[in-house]
């Protein structure tokens, strides 16, 4: 049985675009379908400097995705792209899952507060800080 499992990557790529106007560079986005499991604003990313913000996964954006020819769409347009993009991935999963986007946030075109200019390496702290805090 599986526990729960995270992910990260950039295949919501919407996110670079869509949530990174409200969010800004620094911070990611993330979703989750375990209720248990925060996906953004937890201690873990508190902890690890890495500021993230949960967008919602409701039910409602998978209205978006529905197709007249096929079982899904992998797009639902320009309007909550990025959140139908994760609405596309839910579909796929069966157990507590975590997705990290880190489209827009895993290379920086200037120093951050504690990261230089390049790559950032967003967000292995994050779980860094997941796994030493389930560690016995």
Known sequence: MVARVVDTGTA????????????????????????????????????ASEPAWQLPLWDEYREQIKSDVADLKNTGGRAGGTITAAAFLKEFVSFPWVHLDVAGTAYSESDLTIIPKGPTGVPMGTFVEFVRGRAS
Do not use: E, F, M
């Not at 996110?15 to 379908?33: E, F, I, Q, S």
């Not at 499991?37 to 201690?43: E, K, Q, R």
């Open 12 to 47: 919501l790529q919407a996110r670079a675009y869509g949530a990174k106007v409200p969010l800004g560079r620094r911070p990611r986005c993330g979703y989750t379908c375990a209720r248990d499991a925060p996906a953004a604003n937890s201690a873990d990313a508190r902890r």
